[in-house]
């Protein structure tokens, strides 16, 4: 159980267009889903916390146009990098809350999506 | 704010020795632990968590104590293998209701046949 999927698994593009990133919790439900980016041997970095019906809370420093964020459903979270730029280059990783959480705050996590853009 | 500290890597070991990677975290309240593991090229997949002090979390031969007194949740393993060669993450979750994860830098593991 608690299967995060993440779609594409790997995609380039070129410079000046847009790409969507899907995050999918498979199993469950998901009230609240995160996005975090990642650099070559670094550490994951919260880009956004993703409330399903509502808004997204940016991390300060992530470009809310640049990034956009949809989280339509209680299953579905998408990310959208805007004019992709040769910097946005990176691996994204998607995580997803059960709504049914007993309350120990696990987070499951989808298995990346490296965006290459030239 | 919170905060996660993990020992600096890599490691490099050789196989059946004892792995510790040291965790250390700062909080303000009483967040849950965790210790994740990232293989090349994929996500990160739970190795074991830990929700209050004195809780054991332990999987496939690795464990971890939530010290509250030294704020430690360090990572063992009795005898590493090769296929444990991968990235460590460290991270704890806050209890303040936005349920977001603080992560260490990660360390990387490498073992040796």
């Known amino acids: 159980g608690a299967v995060v999927s993440q779609h594409p698994s790997w995609v380039i593009c070129k410079s000046g267009t847009s790409v969507k990133i899907e995050c999918r919790s498979l199993?469950?439900?998901?009230?609240?889903m995160f996005w975090y980016r990642q650099f070559p041997k670094q550490s994951l970095m919260l880009m956004a916390t993703?409330?399903?019906?509502?808004?997204?809370?940016?991390e300060q420093g992530v470009e809310k146009d640049k990034f956009l964020i949809n989280h339509a459903s209680l299953t579905l979270s998408t990310l959208t990098v805007t004019s992709a730029h040769p910097e946005d280059s990176s691996f994204y990783i998607c995580?997803?809350?059960?709504?049914?959480?007993?309350?120990?705050?696990?987070?499951?996590f989808g298995p990346g999506t490296r965006l290459t853009v030239t | 704010g919170d905060s996660v500290t993990q020992m600096e890597g890599p490691v490099t070991l050789s196989e059946e020795a004892f792995l510790t990677i040291n965790c250390t975290y700062t909080?303000?309240?009483?967040?849950?632990l965790f210790w994740y593991v990232q293989y090349p090229g994929e996500g990160l997949q739970l190795l074991l968590k830990?929700?209050?002090?004195?809780d054991k979390g332990s999987n496939k031969g690795f464990e971890a104590t939530y010290r509250k007194e030294t704020t430690s949740f360090h990572l063992e393993k009795g005898s590493v293998q090769v296929s444990d060669s991968a990235v460590y993450f460290c991270?704890?979750?806050?209890?303040?209701?936005?349920?977001?994860?603080?992560f260490g830098t990660g360390t990387r593991l490498k073992v040796l046949a």
């Open positions: 993703s409330n399903e019906g509502s808004k997204a809370t940016y």
């Open positions: 830990a929700t209050k002090a004195d």
């Open positions: 995580s997803a809350r059960d709504v049914t959480g007993t309350g120990d705050y696990e987070q499951y």
């Open positions: 991270a704890l979750s806050d209890r303040g209701g936005t349920y977001k994860y603080i």
């Open positions: 909080a303000t309240g009483y967040p849950s």
């Open positions: 199993d469950f439900q998901a009230t609240t």
